[in-house]
C-alpha cells in the first residue's frame, strides 16, 4: 500500500487500511551513519531511509547491509595463501 503518514505517495510493507503498522505508527528519521547512502530520501524537512524504517537497528551490529556509500574489502590474489601443503615422498 502507499504511505500516507510520512513518506506519502511511496509504496510501504507496514502500511494498512487503520494506517501505519510500524512500532510508533511512522518510520524514524536516518542515522548519522546514513548520510551519503544513495537509499536516503527527503520528505519535508527529515531524511528517511527508503528502504528501512528505523535505519538506527540496521547499524547496531556494525555495518548496515544496505548501505550504498560502504565499500566492502575483498581479498586479492596476492593475499591468498595457501596452507597445509606438504611434500609428496619419492619412491
Excluded at 15 to 42: H, Q, W, Y
Amino acid at each position: 500500500m502507499q504511505c500516507a503518514t510520512i513518506k506519502t505517495g511511496t509504496e510501504c510493507s507496514f502500511m494498512a487500511k487503520s494506517g501505519c503498522g510500524f512500532i510508533g505508527g511512522s518510520c524514524r528519521v536516518i542515522a548519522d551513519k546514513c548520510e551519503g547512502c544513495d537509499r536516503v530520501k527527503a520528505f519535508g524537512d527529515q531524511k528517511y531511509c527508503a528502504t528501512f524504517p528505523d535505519p538506527n537497528v540496521r547499524w547496531r551490529a556494525g555495518k548496515c547491509n544496505m548501505a550504498t556509500h560502504i565499500k566492502v574489502e575483498t581479498k586479492t590474489e596476492a593475499a591468498k595463501v595457501r596452507v597445509g601443503q606438504q611434500k609428496q615422498k619419492k619412491k
